[in-house]
Structure formats: C-alpha cells, structure tokens
C-alpha cells in the first residue's frame, strides 16, 4: 500500500472558517490530543498542558529556533515564544491557518522573529536566526512526512 498524501482534501478541510473550528475548538484553536494532568481540568488547560509537556521536553533555550511541523492556528509556536523566547517557523497545508498564524505573529510583542509557510509557498515569511534548532509535530505525521520534506529548503529558505 502506498500512502499518497491528498493536499486538495486537507486544504479543503482545514481552509474552512475558523468560525467553524471555533465551535468545538478550545480557545487555542489547537485541534490534536489533550493532556488531562488532573480530572478538573478544562480543554483549554489540557492543550496548554499538552502543549508545555512538549515543549518542555525539548529544552528550548532563547534563541533557538522551533519549526512546528503542522502548526495549525499556531498555538504551539505562541507558548514557544512566550515560555522560551525562541524564534519559530510553522509548516501548514492550509492558507487559512497559514494567514491567522501571520496575523498572530503581527499583534505579538516581542523581538523573536516567527513565520509561517504553507505549501505552494505565498506566504513563506520564514526569518529564523541563530545556529540551534528544535523541531515539533503534534499532528499526524505519517501523512505529513512526504508534504513537508523539502520545505525547509524548497519553501523557507534561511534569510540573512
């Protein structure tokens, strides 16, 4: 059996309104498996648990740099860059998630540079600095793999 990833299928599906996401979605908009540390906890706490679990086990350092393969609405990159002031650069298939990624990064305070790229390479903003890198998937990497394997030189080409 070959797997054969299907873009067309996986823009159309997470391409649709965030309104739509929103309506079973915690605040984070992350949309993968929660952590539940403790029964009271709720979804939003859970994916922030998750979410640090993660992170937390990369040994992030200022000024590394994190590529969130399947970045989704960017949660992930948002903590990285709020817990460990390191620069991140998301990979997503959905120009939807691509372009509120963006926009998060634009309303942020902070000097650590983000970008996000998605496939066909429009919105390929990536600004990574420095020498250490981390890299981070949440999502299905299986079919992911075979999508993001050029990307970091095809689509997010280092800047000066």
């Not at 797997?3 to 649709?16: E, I, M």
């Amino acid at each position: 059996m070959q797997l054969t990833p299907h873009f067309g299928n996986v823009q159309a599906h997470y391409d649709l309104s965030d309104d739509f996401f929103r309506l079973f979605l915690d605040p984070t908009q992350t949309y993968s498996c929660a952590y539940f540390e403790r029964d009271d906890m709720t979804l939003e706490e859970a994916q922030l648990a998750k979410i640090d679990l993660s992170l937390g086990k990369l040994k992030l350092e200022p000024g590394m740099t994190l590529l969130d393969i399947g970045c989704g609405w960017g949660a992930t990159m948002r903590r990285a860059i709020e817990k460990y002031d390191v620069n991140v650069v998301g990979l997503t298939l959905s120009e939807n998630q691509a372009t509120h990624v963006q926009q998060m990064f634009d309303k942020l305070d902070t000097p650590a540079p983000g970008g996000c790229c998605w496939k066909g390479g429009k919105n390929s903003t990536s600004q990574s600095t420095g020498s250490s890198r981390s890299a981070l998937s949440s999502t299905s990497v299986v079919s992911a793999t075979h999508a993001f394997s050029r990307w970091p030189t095809t689509y997010c080409p280092p800047t000066a």
